[in-house]
């Protein structure tokens, strides 16, 4: 009998130590999910988006960097929109870092801008070419001008040299040989009818045009004022001016691989199809 017992005391032990060894081995398996789980919060931190922040003017380009910014999102890029109305403090915001980027001007204007405040932003990639054009609410062709017209154009250096060009391109004006894109009203070499020309902030530009018998104004300022450049414009550039519009980063930063991201993501189809679909021919895709 006592043998009896002692077998089955030994056969209730040897099932409990299986039983332990059982749920050790459970907890074994069930270590793997839990160090897979640990593993992820830092696969999830490698795969968090790269974030730029991007200087911008409000209105037309604003709505199509909006468009950019859903495209770049698909590609582990986000993109902070930071909305200008001046054409100086977006490169100020860049040079003193604020911005990582910004995307307004031409290369003239960049040049000259340069230039002028010792800053070091160079360009990374072509956005949209704005034709400008000349717009009146008083006449409907450059040939109803009458001698001492008063005409307004952009005050900042290179939006006015474009101007002039185009005044002089229109045959309203002969600049002296050789200022290009530095010409001021005061290189006016002829000036036939002895028109006047007023110089304003070119935002301002639209809401003067009912003082002005008419005035050349940049694009995005004219769509933004309800202007339809292709229909409203009495005189235009063409739509293979050299005037595009670029996407500018510091001096050295050009070949930062999140770059080619953000190139991509705003030369896309995504943003050409709006650019077309929304503006037909008041702008032209540059890429």
């Given at each position: 009998?006592?043998k009896?017992?002692l077998?089955?005391?030994?056969?209730?032990?040897?099932?409990?130590?299986?039983?332990?060894?059982?749920?050790?081995?459970?907890?074994?398996s069930?270590a793997?999910?839990?160090?897979?789980?640990?593993?992820?919060?830092s696969?999830?931190?490698?795969?968090?988006p790269?974030?730029?922040?991007?200087?911008?003017?409000?209105?037309v380009e604003?709505?199509?960097?909006?468009?950019?910014?859903?495209?770049?999102?698909?590609?582990?890029l986000?993109?902070e929109?930071?909305?200008f109305?001046?054409?100086?403090?977006?490169n100020?915001?860049?040079?003193?870092?604020?911005?990582?980027?910004?995307?307004?001007?031409?290369?003239?204007?960049?040049?000259?801008?340069?230039?002028?405040?010792?800053?070091?932003?160079?360009?990374?990639?072509?956005?949209?070419?704005y034709?400008?054009?000349?717009?009146?609410?008083?006449?409907?062709?450059?040939?109803?001008?009458?001698?001492?017209?008063e005409?307004g154009?952009?005050n900042?250096?290179?939006n006015?040299a474009r101007?002039?060009?185009?005044?002089?391109?229109?045959?309203?004006?002969?600049?002296?040989?050789?200022?290009?894109?530095?010409?001021?009203?005061?290189?006016?070499?002829?000036?036939?009818?002895?028109?006047?020309?007023?110089?304003?902030?070119?935002?301002f530009?639209?809401?003067?045009?009912?003082?002005?018998?008419?005035?050349?104004?940049?694009?995005?300022?004219?769509?933004?004022?309800?202007?339809?450049?292709?229909?409203d414009?009495?005189?235009?550039?063409?739509?293979d001016?050299?005037?595009?519009?670029i996407?500018a980063?510091?001096?050295?930063?050009?070949?930062?691989?999140?770059?080619q991201?953000?190139?991509?993501?705003?030369?896309?189809?995504?943003v050409?199809?709006?650019?077309?679909?929304?503006?037909?021919?008041s702008?032209?895709?540059?890429?």
């Open positions: 009998m006592k009896k017992s077998l089955l005391l030994l056969a209730v032990v040897f099932a409990l130590t299986a039983a332990g060894c059982g749920k050790s081995n459970n907890s074994g069930s793997s999910p839990a160090a897979s789980t640990s593993a992820s919060p696969a999830s931190a490698s795969a968090e790269e974030k730029l922040k991007i200087g911008v003017m409000a209105g604003e709505s199509i960097w909006k468009v950019a910014k859903e495209v770049a999102a698909k590609d582990g986000d993109l929109l930071v909305v109305n001046d054409y100086v403090q977006p100020k915001a860049l040079e003193d870092g604020q911005l990582d980027a910004n995307a307004f001007q031409h290369t003239p204007y960049l040049d000259e801008f340069n230039k002028n405040n010792g800053t070091h932003i160079v360009k990374l990639a072509d956005t949209i070419n034709p400008i054009g000349v717009y009146s609410k008083k006449i409907k062709d450059l040939s109803e001008l009458k001698d001492g017209d005409l154009l952009p900042d250096p290179t006015g101007a002039l060009i185009l005044f002089q391109s229109a045959g309203l004006i002969k600049l002296k040989d050789g200022v290009g894109i530095t010409a001021t009203v005061r290189d006016i070499a002829e000036n036939p009818k002895k028109l006047k020309f007023k110089e304003l902030d070119a935002a530009i639209p809401k003067a045009l009912p003082d002005l018998t008419a005035a050349v104004i940049n694009t995005n300022f004219a769509v933004d004022n309800g202007l339809i450049p292709s229909k414009a009495i005189y235009r550039e063409p739509k001016s050299p005037w595009v519009n996407i980063v510091r001096e050295g930063e050009q070949d930062k691989p999140v770059f991201k953000l190139v991509k993501a705003y030369q896309s189809e995504e050409k199809k709006y650019v077309t679909d929304n503006y037909a021919d702008m032209v895709p540059a890429w």
